[in-house]
């Protein structure tokens, strides 16, 4: 296989949208064009401040990152607003450059008001972005008010650029994303398959495949949750049943996932004929069905049971294929584009918002960082504050926040070290170093949503080629650049853990409340007879649900956390993992049945939500529970020939599981 064709496979297996690599490429060649016009513009004769370029430099990159409106007039509209801002904090900064007793404190009253302005939702965070970086442009680069004329020209032209490279260029399309989401969601079956036949045709299997099949059904579900995020759904996320192409799509995608899963439950109970997964490969139906009929398939319930989950499987992937011939040759025509506007929604400055919360521990973080800043350094305290205030962005709990911390040091680290080896070899060659500069920037943003650390890492290696570029490059500016961000990232996770704190266990129990709510709102539909399609995206909602669990339970597994118990950890998510796949079992069973529970599914199903009940409120006590472990074995679950009755049965032991000396 030829190298392109090897790293567009491996860009398709980690990014199958591609959707990473075109935010790092508008981000990255955003830059690019802006420096470029700039650069044009000065050498026809006009000289252009250094703060136009830091301008358009920091508003290109906050441009492609934090502008997240759905449609390019939206994202016109904030970036234009932003730009504004972005002035108006240079100029504050520049007309209060002599009396830095008074400009120094307005820094963090800008960091305040741009952490409040999260409140109006993404347009108000991404302004804030825009106001803070660009008085941290002007208080670190110093402009003089009589600058600020042709400092205009730095966002003017970020906005332009950034506009066309995201409207035209790399243009977001959720049709043609939602089709490459679809195709990877094929991939992953197949990976599945293949597996399963490997394990078939050797007739057994270890618990280093387990977890193989287990890493590999984890895989599936991020790509699905992927798909599900390109639907275009109304504004309360909710699909009308009445809207028949998405409702089909979004069922056949609910299909596949959960057959795939029972196709791993199932096997590693009984594994299928080895030609039976071989007919699903080549996609032999008739084969697969005469196969899952034979003495073969049929011999006990056991391999009755892991056939008609195979077959099941061939199914939902004959409907996933055929919804991927759809989109190649229609493109989704049929299915509207969702209303752009987001609802409206009642304001709250009360402290009982996170965002108004973490408004105040960023506040307080930002002042710690300039207090020990300026006691290291009066002209680089700003790099403290900056990394106190962006370990903030996106993180829930107090060990959010300490992780990011600790990712961002790690990555200052040991960017630095690379990039200061690199730059010294490199020298100021331009030639060299700004293609470096260019492929470090895309890289960054590349991973900015797998790994903190990565981006952190690539960015200071950026800076170090441009220090190395202008002549600065010094072996203590670059230890001072530590120091800095080490005294943020302590500042940061001190007011993370001691001003108004919200604790991994508090943001635990809140997705523990909306799991819970939950499985207790699809039991209740699946009870009370309701539409089918209402059913299904309730089963999507606790799905959801259930991943939002396993982000917020991620802190208690941490070597640092005062809580070490991963093992404890693992287990407890393991039973949420459980009762959510046997929900879903038990929500399309239902479903598929077309009436109301009676007799004891009835009486099990109303059992299962008074546990419900008594279990909620007590959150997250159950990641401190020891249990046995040999009790998670559990017997053989015949989900096509008795599914209703024992999906409801295992919801109840899964629920009993969680409390094993009260169950």
Not at 1 to 12: G, H, N, Q, S, V
Not at 277 to 289: F, G, K, P, R, S
Not at 402 to 419: H, N, P, V
Not at 584 to 592: E, G, L, Y
């Amino acid at each position: 296989m030829k190298p392109a064709a090897k790293i567009r496979d491996w860009l398709l297996a980690n990014d199958p949208a591609l959707s990473r690599f075109r935010m790092a490429g508008r981000v990255t060649l955003t830059v690019i064009a802006t420096v470029s016009v700039l650069a044009a513009i000065h050498l026809a004769g006009l000289a252009l401040p250094t703060i136009a370029y830091g301008l358009a430099i920091i508003l290109s990159i906050e441009g492609g990152v934090a502008v997240r409106d759905r449609l390019p007039k939206e994202q016109l509209k904030t970036r234009l607003i932003g730009s504004v801002v972005s002035l108006a904090c240079v100029g504050l900064a520049a007309a209060l450059e002599d009396w830095r007793f008074i400009s120094d404190p307005m820094f963090i009253v800008v960091i305040a008001l741009a952490s409040v302005a999260r409140i109006y939702g993404p347009r108000g965070f991404a302004v804030g972005m825009f106001a803070f970086t660009s008085y941290f442009m002007g208080a670190y680069l110093r402009p003089s008010l009589s600058d600020l004329p042709l400092a205009a020209l730095g966002p003017a032209v970020a906005v332009v650029t950034g506009h066309v490279v995201r409207t035209y260029i790399l243009p977001d399309d959720w049709r043609r994303d939602l089709l490459q989401s679809l195709v990877a969601i094929q991939g992953r079956v197949t990976d599945i398959l293949m597996k399963l036949a490997v394990l078939s045709s050797g007739n057994t299997w270890e618990d280093a495949d387990r977890r193989e099949l287990r890493a590999l059904e984890e895989r599936l579900k991020d790509v699905v949750l992927m798909a599900e995020g390109f639907l275009p759904r109304p504004q309360d996320g909710a699909i009308e049943a009445e809207d028949e192409p998405l409702t089909a799509l979004a069922m056949k995608i609910f299909d596949v996932h959960l057959a795939a899963e029972s196709a791993i439950v199932l096997s590693l109970e009984a594994l299928p004929p080895f030609m039976l997964v071989h007919a699903l490969i080549e996609d032999d139906a008739d084969l697969a069905e005469k196969i899952a009929a034979g003495p073969a398939a049929t011999g006990d319930e056991k391999s009755a049971e892991t056939a008609r989950a195979l077959i099941w499987l061939q199914k939902a992937r004959a409907g996933l294929n055929e919804l991927v011939e759809e989109g190649r040759t229609t493109g989704f025509r049929a299915i509207k584009n969702a209303a752009a506007a987001p609802p409206p929604a009642r304001l709250d400055f009360s402290l009982k918002n996170p965002v108004m919360r973490a408004a105040v521990q960023i506040t307080v973080a930002a002042s710690l960082a300039m207090a020990f800043g300026l006691m290291l350094s009066r002209d680089r305290w700003f790099w403290a504050v900056m990394t106190a205030f962006l370990i903030f962005t996106n993180t829930k709990s107090r060990g959010d926040a300490a992780i990011r911390a600790l990712q961002r040091s790690i990555g200052t680290l040991l960017g630095i070290g690379i990039g200061l080896v690199v730059a010294t070899y490199i020298g100021p060659q331009p030639l060299v170093s700004v293609p470096l500069v260019a492929a470090c920037i895309f890289l960054g943003f590349y991973f900015l949503q797998v790994s903190y650390a990565l981006m952190t890492f690539f960015i200071s290696i950026v800076l170090c080629l441009i220090y190395g570029l202008i002549g600065t490059l010094t072996v203590d500016l670059l230890a001072l650049r530590i120091e800095e961000t080490l005294i943020g990232a302590i500042a940061g996770t001190v007011a993370a853990f001691l001003v108004l704190p919200a604790s991994t266990r508090s943001t635990l129990d809140q997705a523990l409340t909306r799991w819970y709510g939950g499985l207790q709102a699809l039991l209740t539909a699946v009870k009370e007879g309701r539409n089918g399609f209402e059913v299904i995206e309730l089963s999507r909602k606790l799905d959801a649900a259930y991943r939002d669990v396993t982000i917020a339970a991620r802190p208690l597994g941490t070597s640092w956390s005062v809580v070490t118990r991963p093992g404890q950890v693992r287990q407890t998510l393991a039973i949420f993992l459980g009762a959510t796949y046997w929900a879903r079992i038990f929500a399309r069973n239902a479903v598929q049945a077309g009436r109301k529970p009676e007799g004891e599914v009835l009486a099990a199903l109303e059992d299962a939500l008074k546990n419900i009940e008594l279990l909620a409120p007590r959150g997250s006590e159950c990641f401190g529970v020891k249990r046995n472990l040999s009790r998670a074995a559990g017997r053989h679950l015949p989900i096509f020939k008795h599914g209703t009755r024992v999906g409801v049965e295992m919801i109840g032991t899964m629920l009993g599981r969680l409390y094993p000396v009260a169950a």
